[in-house]
């Protein structure tokens, strides 16, 4: 009795196990199926799994959003796996600082987890940059134009050695030699055009001419009461344009300025005989014979 008793336990005992594992298998089944299907029923005809959906997506977005090859050392988890874990850990890795960036705009960069930065950049005014303020063009007489001209320092008053400084260009710009001098330079074999910086040539090539070494010989204080400065150099076609681009007739003085052509060391391009020279005071520009004389003004770099 009693061993046909333990046999009918047994046997509730193994039916109970077998119906228990089997709701649970079912259960996690159910979970597995909809959890791999993108419909949203696991029976759907042609349904599609989540895993292979995913990788469709990334696949979908381009050769940026991951790779199927092995995505690090610890093996190959096959080729859907492989794209999602690339997209998984991919983070920028972009140089752009916040200084670099607009400020309030938003961007990535570097390996930071993915965390978004925003940037702190000044922006720029572009109306504020023109080089001409068409409505207010008054050239030489004596208007300025609006925010286009720089700020004049005249760094030396003595009389004879006045020198203007352009605070925009780093230029000092001394007074006009006190007589007028040929520009007979030839650049092939002139000392001054392989000479860096220029203010360092010597001034005693005569191939060089008497405006290119009056000024390499010049010695000048830029700033009265300080040691003279011996770099001076006759300026390039370009930099005395410059100098009437910033104002140096309007912000320093025409007697200053002058009424003259002043040499440049720049030759025509046309004819080896000839060398560009500028006019200050009006901002024209044009080419003379190297043998005439002219006004020459000297420059030397802050």
């Known amino acids: 009795m009693i061993k046909i008793l333990k046999s009918k336990i047994f046997y509730i005992i193994c039916i109970t196990t ?25 029976d759907s005809g042609g349904a ?39 997209s998984a850990t991919w983070e920028p ?11 309030g705009k938003t961007f990535y960069s570097g390996l930071n987890n993915r965390t978004i930065k925003t940037g702190a950049g000044v922006s720029i005014d572009y109306s504020k940059q023109s080089l001409i ?4 063009y008054r050239s030489y007489y004596g208007t300025d134009y609006q925010e286009e001209e720089s700020t004049w320092t005249n760094t030396n008053a003595l009389s004879g050695s006045e020198v203007w400084y352009d605070t925009r260009t780093g230029l000092y710009w001394a007074r006009s030699e006190p007589a ?10 002139c000392d001054f055009y392989t000479t860096t910086p220029r203010g360092s040539y010597s001034g005693a090539d005569a191939d060089c001419g008497d405006a290119i070494n009056a000024c390499a010989n010049l010695s000048l204080a830029s700033t009265q009461g300080e040691s003279a400065d011996t770099d001076w150099y ?38 080896s005989s000839n060398a560009w020279l500028v006019y200050l005071r009006y901002g024209y ?16 770099r802050d």
């Open 285 to 300: 520009t044009d080419y003379d014979d190297k043998g005439f004389g002219r006004a020459t003004r000297c420059v030397r």
């Open 48 to 86: 599609e799994s989540v895993l292979v959906g995913s990788y469709n997506r990334l696949v979908s977005k381009g050769a940026n959003y991951g790779s199927s090859s092995s995505p690090d050392e610890t093996g190959n988890y096959g080729t859907y796996w492989n794209r999602i874990i690339y």
């Open 18 to 42: 077998l119906i228990i594992f089997g709701i649970s298998l079912g259960f996690t089944l159910n979970i597995k199926s909809n959890a791999e299907q993108m419909s949203s029923s696991p």
């Open 234 to 271: 006759l300026p390039s076609q370009k930099e005395l344009q410059r100098a009437y681009r910033d104002g140096i007739y309007n912000k320093t003085s025409a007697a200053f300025t002058t009424t003259s052509y002043f040499w440049s060391s720049t030759e025509y391009s046309s004819g």
């Open 93 to 103: 890795d972009g140089t752009a600082t916040e200084s670099d960036v607009l400020s």
């Open 133 to 136: 303020a068409y409505d207010d």
């Open 180 to 189: 007028t001098k040929t520009n007979s330079f030839t650049i092939s074999t």
